[in-house]
């Protein structure tokens, strides 16, 4: 097995989330091959960090700033990407946590095995599915990404960490696990890990269609579903107003069997080819009031009212906007937040509210969906039994502050939250009433880093490493200010 090393000093770059609206400068940190050198290599680095603090970093498709740590470290983990060992008969995987979940659909795949989550892109690492305990269309049934880690190896700036679920919450070993699952990279930088997997006999889906007329017949039928469909999805008009509030576009299916497919070939095929060029940098959002308005008529027109059986292709079902390079510039250069809150199953009426505010305010939401959370998992991780509602938004939107402030609030006085790895602008007293259990995963945390090595802008900015815990930071103003026009338009690396 040939070693791996840390490469040079590193480089400085700005970089910025999917949304590319907060970048800010640090030193950036590659490997080179692979081994128990790079574990080594992390381990003294987070040991004693220079600057502002450490964080990984693999595809940058974290929204807000999750990824991104001004004046320090970031470790680019997208060179380890091992796939180590399928084991057929445990039907799991063990990888290099800088593996993404497209390369394993594509290694995977053809072998009969699927990933068990996956998000609405394939461009995420293992690592980053791990630290925002990601989500997918078959919540409700399957749980987060973190449910299906049987082992992960995680270096802490106090040691290299052998981490499983363990048995029970007393489990000291156990609790890292947790902590680090949804912990947003806070806790240490995971290695390698260990994921069960879906066994499938083809690499298509059979999808259930149906367009429903408004919100209550949207919830009514997801709730009918929830034990007849392993993946559930809505499309909703977040333009759509009065009696049409909430009227969506449902999209129920499972993995296809071979018998239901059509002409042949290769069942287990998976080739998703290239993606379209990305476009040229954009002077302004092309995805305004007007654009948003026409396209939702047009998909909600064009949507069958009732469709059984309909075979699609895994990138055509969980993955369409991967089908063109670098889509966020779509935007311009202001870019997008995207935001993502759950509510508890019996808080309908604040989910209902929440879209009437957004339409009421002509809120153009290219993509808006619905989905039902089934089990919570670890104290930072974002789902919970309920619905939630995801929303692109451009920056721009006149009054987009105000109303999302107002949102945060409805949400966390209904018993929810925001998802943290698609966050950008939550108030941070607003934090620990949405997730109760931050001091519980502040404790595990400061037990593996006393001083704060682990660090982000996220982190800063919501106050989950307070500034004295690390005695190597200077303060923020030296290194960290406002994004100007300049720097939002030198094109951030993602």
């Not at 770059?13 to 290599?41: C, D, K, M, Q, Y």
């Not at 069997?257 to 290239?274: C, I, V």
């Not at 996220?458 to 004295?468: C, I, Y």
Request: proline share 8%.
């Amino acid at each position: 097995m040939a070693s791996r090393a840390l490469t040079g000093p590193g480089r400085t770059a700005i970089l910025s989330g999917w949304g590319r609206t907060s970048p800010s400068a640090a030193r950036v940190v590659s490997f080179h091959g692979g081994g128990n050198e790079a574990a080594a290599r992390v381990s003294a680095l987070l040991a004693d960090p220079a600057g502002r603090g450490v964080i990984a970093r693999g595809l940058g498709r974290s929204y807000g700033d999750a990824a991104q740590c001004a004046g320090g470290t970031v470790l680019d983990m997208t060179t380890l990407d091992r796939i180590h060992r399928l084991d057929p008969s445990a039907g799991t995987v063990t990888v290099d946590a800088g593996v993404s979940l497209g390369t394993l659909m594509r290694v995977l795949l053809p072998q009969g095995w699927f990933v068990p989550v996956t998000p609405g892109t394939r461009m995420v690492t293992v690592g980053g599915a791990i630290a925002a305990d990601i989500h997918g269309k078959n919540h409700h049934v399957d749980g987060t990404f973190g449910a299906q880690v049987t082992s992960m190896l995680l270096a802490t700036p106090t040691g290299l960490r052998h981490l499983t679920p363990g048995a029970g919450p007393s489990d000291p070993d156990a609790a890292l696990f947790w902590a680090t699952t949804g912990g947003m990279g806070l806790t240490g930088v995971v290695l390698e890990a260990t994921i069960a997997l879906i066994a499938v006999r083809t690499s298509r889906i059979r999808v259930d269609t149906d367009r429903t007329a408004d919100l209550d017949e949207t919830l009514a039928l997801m709730i009918e579903g929830d034990s007849a469909y392993r993946y559930s999805v809505a499309w909703v008009d977040s333009l759509a107003r009065g009696r049409h509030l909430g009227r969506s576009v449902l999209s129920r299916g499972d993995h296809a069997e071979r018998h239901e497919l059509a002409g042949g070939g290769a069942p287990l095929a998976f080739d998703p080819g290239a993606p379209l060029p990305a476009p040229p940098p954009m002077p302004l959002s092309l995805l305004n009031k007007a654009t948003v308005r026409a396209f939702n008529e047009a998909w909600y027109r064009k949507s069958p009212r009732h469709e059984v059986g309909r075979i699609e292709g895994i990138g055509a079902f969980f993955h369409p906007l991967d089908a063109v390079a670098s889509w966020n510039r779509l935007y311009g250069p202001r870019g997008f937040l995207q935001y993502q809150l759950v509510v508890p199953d019996k808080e309908t009426d604040t989910l209902r509210g929440a879209l009437e505010r957004l339409s009421g305010a002509g809120c153009a939401s290219f993509l808006s969906v619905l989905k039902r959370f089934g089990s919570a998992a670890g104290p930072l991780s974002f789902p919970m039994p309920g619905w939630t509602l995801t929303l692109d938004i451009p920056a721009g939107t006149p009054g987009l502050a105000p109303l999302l402030d107002g949102l945060d609030d409805a949400v966390a006085a209904a018993g929810g939250r925001v998802y943290l790895a698609k966050d950008s602008r939550l108030r941070p007293d607003l934090l620990g009433a949405m997730y109760p259990l931050l001091p519980e995963w502040r404790a595990v945390r400061d037990s593996v880093d006393p001083d704060g090595a682990m660090c982000s802008d996220l982190a800063r900015r919501l106050g989950l490493v307070r500034p004295s815990e690390n005695k190597n930071m200077p303060p923020l103003a030296t290194h960290q200010r406002p994004p100007t026009a300049t720097a939002r338009q030198k094109e951030p690396h993602q």
